[in-house]
């Protein structure tokens, strides 16, 4: 059974930083693409951040580029996403996702999600 628990959410300042993790198990976690997404009260879910299982290509939402950084560490079965420069706008739950050889960007590519995680941001 494939499990996904994020952790770091919390409330910051704006202009602050957070690191969120994602502890996946129950797959084998080279073998899967991995991202972010998010999802702020009466708004869609929104691509934030993927790596590929190879740990060599990652992708930004264009809201973050520049300010988040995706990354993984396939001995610890983890990935990470460091947000830096916070906005009020980026206050969301925020989302681990996963799916095996898959690069994920949109929300239908995902086959696994975690619980999601708070990030509150204020101005």
């Known amino acids: 059974q494939v499990q996904l628990v994020e952790s770091g959410g919390g409330l910051v300042q704006a202009g602050g930083s957070l690191r969120l993790s994602c502890a996946a198990s129950?797959?084998?976690?080279?073998?899967?693409?991995m991202g972010w997404f998010r999802q702020a009260p009466g708004k869609e879910r929104q691509f934030v951040a993927a790596i590929n299982w190879a740990d060599v290509s990652t992708f930004y939402g264009d809201s973050v580029k520049g300010r988040f950084t995706v990354s993984r560490d396939n001995a610890k079965n983890t990935v990470y996403l460091q947000m830096n420069n916070l906005k009020p706008e980026d206050t969301a739950v925020y989302y681990c996702?996963?799916?095996?050889?898959?690069?994920?960007?949109?929300?239908?590519?995902?086959?696994?999600w975690g619980q999601g995680t708070q990030v509150t941001v204020s101005s």
């Open positions: 996702a996963a799916r095996r050889w898959e690069i994920l960007r949109t929300p239908d590519s995902v086959a696994y």
């Open positions: 129950g797959l084998t976690f080279s073998n899967y693409g």
